[in-house]
């Protein structure tokens, strides 16, 4: 039986690329596949293998002393969701824009970062305190087009690098005196993010412990989270329950969906949203028309 563990720790790491040559060895010895970055603050991974072969990878990460405490995430899936067998050193664990300099990070993780919620806390916060509680998104936008909390502020984002810049912005300051509830698919990003937001006038900020991740497994379809997950494996997307609610909407159509696919043209390869219906005509797999319009001749031939 196969599984798929996700994980991060934030805490010192005096030689990053020695800690990368070792989870290297260490995952190519067990049969794993996925992803791991390394960098000064910590650790920050997703592998897929053999429960047995992940339950060794565990114990082993384990010994090195700063990742000790690491909380582990169990979800469906497999090696085979993954290419191959990535793990890299690298400045910033999130891609955030010269992140590094915004934040530290001691044995107990990131400094004047966010309070930490545990899935059953949220729900008890919004229920006690109702509309001055703010989710706020800490994903790429596009990720929140198929799933978020309901009532949640989804800023404008393409990518990681783009928070600081939003952050800065004035589009926010109505809900500075608020309570301000981060998430992110695992968490990691809202370690960051939440921090940063303090440093900007934010006066009261949490973060989902454990992400989205955390929440769905405890409250499936049944909370206050609505909709699909983005994943960056080959799953693309996972559901909490069989009572997923749909919130996609195709680009063409605008019919429900929860399917991304990459622009055709490999110039972009931007995602698009869109349902199995349009998805079946080639010219409609293209981010936008002026995508089409540069694509090289051999992609437009194969579309017409």
Wanted: a neutral charge; hydrophobic letters at 30%.
């Amino acid at each position: 039986m196969q599984k798929i563990l996700l994980y991060y720790k934030f805490t010192p790491v005096s030689d990053p690329e020695s800690v990368k040559l070792w989870q290297k060895t260490l995952c190519d010895g067990l049969d794993l596949r996925g992803r791991i970055l390394i960098s000064r603050h910590g650790i920050n991974g997703t592998v897929g293998g053999e429960m047995d072969d992940l339950k060794s990878y565990i114990k082993q990460t384990k010994q090195y002393s700063g990742f000790k405490d690491i909380v582990f995430k169990w979800s469906d899936g497999s090696r085979e969701d993954f290419p191959r067998m990535s793990v890299k050193s690298r400045r910033e664990l999130v891609g955030f824009k010269n992140s590094d300099d915004e934040f530290s990070v001691d044995k107990d993780g990131v400094i004047g970062g966010g309070k930490h919620l545990k899935p059953q806390e949220v729900n008890e916060m919004v229920e006690k305190y109702g509309e001055e509680v703010v989710f706020f998104d800490g994903r790429n936008a596009h990720e929140a087009k198929i799933g978020k909390f309901k009532g949640a502020i989804v800023p404008n984002t393409n990518t990681s690098r783009d928070f600081i810049d939003e952050l800065e912005s004035s589009k926010y300051d109505s809900i500075k005196d608020k309570k301000v509830i981060t998430y992110c698919t695992g968490g990691v990003r809202c370690e960051v993010i939440s921090a940063m937001m303090k440093k900007r006038g934010f006066k009261d900020v949490y973060q989902i412990d454990g992400g989205i991740v955390k929440y769905g497994e405890a409250f499936g379809d049944d909370g206050l989270w609505e909709g699909a997950l983005r994943v960056f494996d080959n799953r693309m997307t996972i559901n909490f329950s069989d009572k997923a609610k749909t919130i996609g909407e195709c680009t063409h159509c605008q019919g429900k969906t929860s399917n991304f696919e990459n622009c055709i043209n490999p110039q972009c390869n931007q995602l698009v949203l869109i349902c199995e219906s349009c998805k079946s005509d080639p010219r409609l797999l293209f981010h936008t028309a002026e995508c089409r319009d540069l694509a090289p001749t051999s992609v437009v031939e194969v579309t017409s």
